[in-house]
């Protein structure tokens, strides 16, 4: 059986370097600060990253999380290293080439995926990626990520991820299944969904103006408030043409 080496003395054997690469071996959780337990997202097994804090000088303290950024997304978040197992990767061979038409392609697939995650007994949750509660961005980074086509996590680093389609004052008459819309304000974007086709859309979406999940609403004309409160909202709309690349990818 093979002898587990906790995280600590694995960083030590690379002087806690910033530039070697990790592999989670578990599914954990990424939290917004050191010491507080606000879920900023969830992280599968099997994804890739990189230390960012502590450094080899600053590894004498006593730690109990520590800050990372992730391969297939460059996002940042603390992690436990109470129970973590990880182990050391190369990932120079663990992008999958994907472009414009073949992330085109697996469309159909990603929207079915979404489907049957709305059967499944769920709730809005915040940080949520491993299901089957999800936010908005995580179902939808979650949904790519499974058809091995890696986007931003937030709603925002998405909108300006995607190749931007149209303002909503505009004609909406080109979208396409699969593409992102986007809500909020004329300062942020705080609200993601997923066309479906025919005037619907899958999003998860809250408590106090949503359906506590994964649900399908309209652009269409309608008396159902939580549509009109979406589409009061609207602000733009994107398509996914590319995977993000660590080291080609503007954040």
């Known amino acids: 059986m093979k002898e587990h080496i906790d995280p600590i003395s694995l960083f030590k054997q690379t002087n806690f370097s910033n530039t070697i690469w990790w592999k989670v071996k578990i599914n954990?959780?990424?939290?917004?600060?050191?010491?507080?337990?606000?879920?900023v997202t969830e992280i599968f097994k099997n994804r890739i990253f990189r230390l960012i804090y502590p450094s080899f000088f600053q590894s004498k303290k006593k730690l109990s999380r520590i800050l990372v950024?992730?391969?297939e997304d460059g996002y940042i978040c603390w992690i436990n290293l109470q129970n973590l197992s990880i182990e050391k990767y190369n990932p120079k061979n663990s992008f999958v080439k994907t472009d414009e038409s073949s992330i085109q392609e697996k469309i159909p697939l990603i929207l079915n995926w979404i489907?049957?995650?709305?059967?499944?007994?769920?709730?809005y949750q915040w940080g949520g990626t491993l299901g089957p509660n999800f936010d908005c961005s995580g179902l939808i980074q979650t949904a790519f990520l499974n058809h091995e086509i890696y986007i931003p996590r937030d709603s925002y680093q998405i909108k300006s991820f995607c190749r931007h389609l149209f303002n909503f004052s505009e004609n909406n008459n080109s979208l396409k299944k699969g593409d992102i819309l986007f809500f909020g304000n004329k300062i942020k974007c705080d609200h993601v969904g997923i066309y479906k086709g025919d005037g619907f859309y899958y999003h998860s979406s809250g408590i106090d103006y949503g359906r506590n999940g994964i649900g399908l609403d309209t652009l269409k004309e309608t008396n159902d408030k939580i549509s009109l409160h979406y589409q009061s909202k609207l602000i733009s709309a994107g398509r996914i043409f590319r995977s993000y690349r660590w080291n080609k990818t503007i954040r």
Do not use: A, P, T
């Not at 954990?28 to 879920?39: A, H, T, V």
């Not at 489907?115 to 709730?123: C, E, G, L, R």
């Open 69 to 71: 950024q992730f391969y």
């Open 28 to 39: 954990i959780s990424g939290y917004q600060n050191e010491s507080d337990n606000n879920l």
């Open 115 to 123: 489907k049957d995650q709305s059967k499944v007994k769920n709730k």
